[in-house]
């Protein structure tokens, strides 16, 4: 049954962030893309229930933590092209990576009607100095 965890690692971590690497465009370009990805190809359409599980489950757990730091790292390297440093750097990629790891759970008509118009709010939060 953890094949499962592995295969989210995988499939929705790894593949999706060797993906993303291959991508040249740099900076607030390469963040916006890295939104659209995570949307389109919806890379976090597990998320929370392998958050759940790895509560009760330690092999889970496991891939949860590798997951959360890959992702971690390559989201701090994207903000680091943009030129933040230091503690606004680390706070930055982690409220990106937890909105972007449970945006899934947020669904109804509301965030779907207004994806885009969400999408274009967040980047320029993200990206303003």
């Known amino acids: 049954m953890t094949s499962i965890a592995f295969y ?3 499939t929705l971590t790894t593949r999706a962030l060797d993906h993303l ?3 040249e465009e740099k900076g607030e370009r390469k963040l916006l893309l890295m939104m659209q990805t995570i949307k389109d190809q919806e890379l976090d359409k597990y998320d929370i229930m392998m958050r759940a599980w790895s509560l009760d489950e330690p092999l889970v757990a496991e891939q949860v933590e590798k ?3 890959a992702r971690f790292e390559y989201i701090k390297s994207v903000f680091v092209e943009m030129g933040f440093t230091g503690d606004e750097l680390e706070a930055r990629s982690m409220i990106f990576q937890v909105y972007h790891s449970m945006s899934n759970a947020m669904q109804g008509s509301f965030f779907e009607k207004n994806r885009l118009k969400h ?3 967040r980047h320029q939060f993200f990206t303003r100095k």
Do not use: E, H, M
């Open 67 to 69: 997951v959360d730091k």
């Open 119 to 121: 999408q274009k709010l």
């Open 21 to 23: 690497s291959q991508i």
């Open 8 to 10: 989210w690692a995988d």
